[in-house]
């Protein structure tokens, strides 16, 4: 890390982890907050599913902070590894936000490959080898983006795996991976008569929360649930030195599927995230969206520059910084950011301009990190049940408690972000949002 901090941001950043230091060392303050939040006196079941959840994701930060020593954190992570490991019923498949994946990219980053756990994080590594196959099938069989993606699909698991690419037998899981990601970037699917590509999400594949907004679906070009996604990933598989037939190729064509959806106007330079079904023909019309890691043009831009770097074309590498300075001259409110989160808040964009200085040492990238620093650290309140609150772009007068402590989209990947500018990253806890 190599921006220097004003004594007030460092100041306040040094308040910021001692409060979260405290409050996350004792689960009971993670139960009472819940208790607030959700207005409930009854929280057996919530208990049940925040107990293995909170060792893994206040380990992270509790990782980092204290790297140096980690003897507290070691032998609170093997206190419940044994219990987690024979309940994964609390955690959602193989993924990398919920599932297997976010255990062992947890223990990777926390404890590295420790004697006294090895043999059972390589025995949850062949739980995930052996189920990729039923990934596999379904993204042939249905051509759904899900599967595919950041979050919870092979993107992620891919991502995670990718740390352990010198073990042979995952090294092989890697490739098979890869090679079915290059496949699903040739599929086409019919909707309504017409072909789109694989990463078109049908009205019956999209969230419910999406399907006022998007009744026939929508083009999805973002990072966490979109192609963005798998174009970071097949390029840093090649900037960490694992490559398969066709994987160039796939970049480009995701490239220039992508270059079809960039819009220059006002001064800004911009890629569309997600393209309405009734828009395709007329996307020029789309404003600029929320300038976010999960589907905005932040998260495509870095996806887009990891291209370049992968298959060595600076046009790519050009055109995502031109874009990103572009955007720094923004103001954060044009920016559309109202929470302090990483996935479509401020730390996430933080992040992305902080690593994007960390490689080109660009100084033109200096006074937007210093921008969003001043920003996540206004949405710090001692007093809120988590510490952060979040606003909505529908109402910017109200204060709402942030809900969520974890890594994606609570208050972890806040801390995770602003310690970095205090303490040297000791750990590659970005890595799960393919961004490095």
Same mark, same amino acid.
């Given at each position: 890390?190599?921006v220097l901090?004003?004594?007030?941001?460092?100041?306040?950043?040094?308040?910021i982890?001692?409060?979260?230091d405290?409050?996350y060392?004792?689960?009971?303050?993670?139960?009472?907050?819940?208790?607030?939040?959700?207005?409930?006196?009854?929280?057996e079941?919530?208990?049940?599913?925040?107990?293995?959840?909170?060792?893994i994701?206040?380990?992270?930060?509790?990782?980092?902070?204290?790297?140096?020593?980690? $003897?507290?954190?070691?032998?609170?992570?093997?206190?419940?590894?044994?219990?987690?490991?024979?309940?994964?019923?609390?955690?959602?498949?193989?993924?990398?936000?919920?599932?297997?994946?976010?255990?062992?990219?947890?223990?990777?980053?926390?404890?590295?490959?420790?004697?006294?756990?090895?043999?059972?994080?390589?025995?949850?590594?062949?739980?995930?080898?052996?189920?990729?196959?039923?990934?596999?099938?379904?993204?042939?069989?249905?051509?759904?983006?899900?599967?595919?993606?950041?979050?919870?699909?092979?993107?992620?698991?891919?991502?995670?795996?990718?740390?352990f690419?010198?073990?042979?037998?995952?090294?092989k899981?890697?490739?098979?991976?890869?090679?079915?990601?290059?496949?699903?970037?040739?599929?086409?699917?019919?909707?309504?008569?017409?072909?789109?590509?694989?990463?078109?999400?049908?009205?019956?594949?999209?969230?419910?929360?999406?399907?006022?907004?998007?009744?026939? $679906?929508?083009?999805?070009?973002?990072?966490?649930?979109?192609?963005?996604?798998?174009?970071?990933?097949?390029?840093?598989?090649?900037?960490?030195?694992?490559?398969?037939?066709?994987?160039?190729?796939?970049?480009?064509?995701?490239?220039?599927?992508?270059?079809?959806?960039?819009?220059?106007?006002?001064?800004?330079?911009?890629?569309?995230?997600?393209?309405?079904?009734?828009m395709?023909d007329?996307?020029?019309?789309?404003?600029?969206?929320?300038?976010?890691?999960?589907?905005?043009?932040?998260?495509?831009?870095?996806?887009i520059?990891?291209?370049?770097?992968?298959?060595?074309?600076?046009?790519?590498?050009?055109?995502?910084?031109?874009?990103?300075?572009?955007?720094?001259?923004?103001?954060?409110?044009?920016?559309?950011?109202?929470?302090?989160m990483?996935?479509?808040?401020?730390?996430?964009?933080?992040?992305?301009?902080?690593?994007?200085?960390?490689?080109?040492l660009?100084?033109?990238?200096?006074?937007i990190?210093?921008?969003?620093?001043?920003?996540?650290?206004?949405?710090?309140?001692?007093?809120?049940?988590?510490?952060?609150y979040?606003?909505?772009?529908?109402?910017?007068?109200?204060?709402?408690?942030?809900?969520?402590y974890?890594?994606?989209?609570?208050?972890?990947?806040?801390?995770?972000?602003?310690l970095?500018?205090?303490?040297?990253?000791?750990?590659?806890?970005?890595?799960?949002?393919?961004?490095?």
């Open positions: 890390m190599k901090l004003r004594d007030e941001q460092k100041l306040k950043i040094e308040e982890v001692k409060s979260l405290v409050f060392k004792d689960p009971n303050n993670i139960l009472e907050a819940y208790r607030y939040v959700l207005k409930s006196d009854d929280l079941a919530e208990i049940k599913k925040i107990s293995p959840r909170y060792v994701d206040i380990a992270r930060f509790l990782g980092e902070l204290y790297s140096s020593d980690l $003897g507290l954190v070691k032998d609170q992570i093997k206190q419940n590894f044994h219990s987690m490991n024979k309940n994964l019923s609390s955690f959602h498949g193989l993924s990398v936000s919920s599932g297997i994946a976010l255990i062992i990219n947890s223990y990777k980053d926390i404890i590295g490959i420790d004697e006294d756990i090895d043999e059972e994080i390589f025995e949850l590594l062949k739980i995930m080898v052996s189920s990729i196959e039923k990934y596999i099938i379904t993204i042939k069989d249905n051509k759904i983006m899900r599967y595919c993606e950041c979050i919870g699909g092979l993107v992620g698991i891919g991502r995670v795996l990718l740390r690419k010198d073990n042979a037998e995952i090294d899981t890697i490739r098979l991976i890869l090679k079915t990601l290059i496949d699903f970037v040739y599929m086409n699917k019919v909707y309504n008569g017409v072909e789109r590509p694989s990463w078109y999400i049908t009205d019956k594949e999209e969230f419910v929360l999406d399907r006022e907004r998007f009744p026939n $679906g929508y083009l999805n070009n973002g990072m966490a649930h979109g192609i963005s996604g798998v174009l970071a990933f097949l390029s840093i598989s090649i900037i960490r030195g694992i490559k398969v037939e066709g994987q160039s190729d796939a970049i480009e064509i995701i490239l220039k599927e992508l270059y079809k959806y960039k819009i220059e106007n006002d001064n800004v330079t911009y890629w569309l995230g997600r393209i309405p079904y009734e395709i007329k996307f020029e019309e789309i404003p600029l969206e929320r300038c976010s890691w999960c589907y905005g043009t932040i998260g495509i831009s870095r996806a520059y990891l291209a370049g770097k992968a298959i060595k074309k600076q046009k790519y590498i050009d055109d995502a910084l031109y874009s990103l300075k572009t955007i720094s001259k923004l103001s954060i409110e044009d920016m559309q950011l109202t929470s302090p990483f996935c479509h808040g401020t730390a996430g964009v933080l992040e992305i301009f902080t690593l994007m200085y960390d490689d080109t660009d100084e033109d990238f200096l006074d990190i210093s921008k969003l620093i001043d920003e996540t650290l206004k949405y710090f309140d001692e007093e809120e049940p988590f510490k952060f979040t606003r909505e772009i529908s109402s910017m007068s109200e204060k709402y408690p942030m809900d969520d974890t890594v994606f989209g609570g208050v972890i990947s806040v801390a995770l972000v602003l970095q500018f205090i303490k040297k990253k000791s750990t590659e806890w970005e890595s799960v949002f393919v961004i490095n």
